[in-house]
């Protein structure tokens, strides 16, 4: 999956500003996902890209590049 497309989903689930969405940006601390936020960006990540996430991994997503980490890691 590419930048973009998580980008994407990124900004219409968290209603955040797309400029703010980078790599190195911080879920929680600089696009707002709280705990409730961060399952419903899973499922909508899950939904459009047809990857499962293991819960148990969720809290290791920090980064908008730890998301595409895992992306890239478990499609290839």
């Known amino acids: 999956m590419r930048f973009e497309q998580i980008r994407d989903v990124i900004v219409e689930t968290l209603n955040c500003d ?30 459009a890209c047809g990857v499962v996430i293991d819960d148990a ?7 908008v590049q730890d998301i595409l980490d895992y992306w890239n890691q478990y499609t290839e």
């Open 18 to 47: 797309c400029k703010r969405v980078t790599p190195q940006a911080r879920l929680r601390e600089e696009l707002g996902a709280d705990s409730l936020a961060a399952v419903e960006l899973c499922m909508a990540l899950e939904e």
């Open 57 to 63: 991994l969720l809290p290791n997503l920090e980064t």
